[in-house]
């Protein structure tokens, strides 16, 4: 696994009307129906998710847009303005295609609708990007987002326990908007597909974080009872992203192994999720773990109190507190969960270095990508100015850091 030097790529801000006209372009005749999902940062609460634990994440106005109209020919057509190959496959013979390694998000997606029983006949698609790739805004759930949605404008259904209920109906044009409990049903798919068809055993974080959103609001999840609450971001702070434009590439089988080195962790220690313990508790029964288990443990449990306490921070507007849980979070990827990269630690060190930056972390899955800064608003553009000089004096990398604002969810 080499490290491979990105070039800090984002694939333009077309939006909307833009894939629209790629639509149009691609198939010869304006699309039927648009939609369009967030990504996602993960604020603070890192790899708690999927140890049933606690994590608050903000949407972001980065996203993928999806322009589609059916066809009745039992063929799926999907092209991208992100790369050159188009994808066109049967129905009933949906595989992954290496040479489209991206459609498999969409792909996993329509097998775990079909299994719930959805119903849906082809259709022509044109995906379109502005989620920056391996920076860790999760551009994957997005389009995972975006694909169930684009199939539930196209052929509406609504996702029961189990089985399917009565379709949603169209008024004046539109859909009616999705419930909380749809919305979750939703996510799991998402997280099914990626589980099981894409290969990563990713948590309900990116899924949930992109259909929950809500403009300036901090999305608080509990993983334990998947309940989402939306809580405001205090004023006065900017979000900056500042993609270290280095990441690892096969960071699925990491992120598989540190998952597996948790789920491990909980075993030996007689608990369902890694949420279940304490800070004593674990140090009680270290001996029971191997070192690398106590490692991860140690992140996990130190990661669901800093949410805990952060909450209470952000309640009181205490943004300089709640910005040391964030130096704390990454401190903890560095030196005990290890899904940090010696790019993401430069980062952190430079911001913890500027007098305007309240708290700075890496955000994500980690091994490369992106660090969330939480910033005073009114210095913004000087952070961002000092931050990406200082990083190229450092690494001789040109990034440039972008001010992110908080947005709704998918629709
Ligand atoms: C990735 C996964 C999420 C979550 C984060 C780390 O984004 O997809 O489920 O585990 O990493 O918090």
């Known amino acids: 696994m080499g490290l491979v030097k990105k070039e800090g790529l984002v694939i333009g801000s077309l939006g909307k009307e833009e894939v629209k006209q790629f639509y149009q372009k691609a198939f010869g005749k304006p699309p039927a129906r648009i939609v369009r999902a967030p990504g996602r940062l993960e604020l603070l609460g890192n790899h708690t998710d999927y140890n049933g634990g606690l994590v608050m994440a903000l949407a972001v106005d980065k996203y993928i847009y999806i322009a589609a109209s059916p ?24 595989e992954k295609n290496p040479a489209t390694a991206w459609a498999n998000y969409t792909k996993g997606v329509l097998l775990k609708l079909r299994a719930r029983g959805v119903h849906f006949t082809g259709f022509n698609a044109a995906i379109h990007g502005t989620i920056p790739f391996g920076a860790g805004l999760s551009s994957s759930a997005a389009l995972e987002m975006a694909t169930a949605l684009i199939v539930r404008e196209l052929f509406p259904y609504r996702l029961g326990e189990n089985s399917l209920e009565l ?43 992109s259909l929950f959103g809500k403009s300036g609001q901090v999305i608080q999840i509990d993983c334990l009872s998947n309940s989402v609450q939306n809580d405001p971001m205090p004023p006065g702070v900017a979000i900056v992203v500042a993609d270290s434009a280095v990441k690892h590439e096969l960071s699925a089988g990491d992120y ?55 909450e209470r921070a952000l309640r009181e507007g205490d943004v300089t507190q709640f910005g040391q849980y964030l130096f704390q979070s990454h401190a903890s990827s560095r030196d005990y969960f290890h899904n940090s990269t010696p790019q993401l630690d430069t980062l952190v060190e430079i911001a913890q ?40 004096a450092r690494t001789k990398i040109k990034i440039q850091p972008w001010v992110a604002q908080i947005v709704d969810g998918a629709g």
């Open 167 to 209: 379709p949603p109906k169209r008024e004046a044009d539109h859909l009616p908007a999705l419930s909380p409990t749809e919305k979750l049903r939703i996510a799991k798919v998402g997280q099914a597909a990626e589980n099981d068809f894409v290969g990563v055993k990713c948590g309900l974080l990116d899924q949930i974080s």
């Open 256 to 310: 598989n192994e540190l998952r597996a080195q948790c789920e491990s962790a909980a075993r030996k220690l007689g608990v369902q999720f890694l949420r279940f313990i304490n800070p004593p508790a674990l140090e009680k029964n270290k001996s029971k773990l191997t070192e690398r288990e106590y490692q991860c443990a140690y992140h996990i449990v130190g990661e669901n109190q800093r949410v805990v306490f952060g």
């Open 71 to 94: 066809r009745n020919d039992g063929q799926i057509e999907l092209v991208t303005t992100s790369f050159p190959e188009r994808d066109t496959f049967y129905l009933d013979k949906i």
């Open 353 to 392: 270095g500027l007098k305007t930056c309240f708290g700075a972390r890496l955000t994500g899955g980690g091994f490369g990508g992106a660090t969330i800064n939480l910033v005073r608003q009114d210095a913004a553009d000087e952070f961002v100015r000092l931050l990406s000089d200082e990083y190229f």
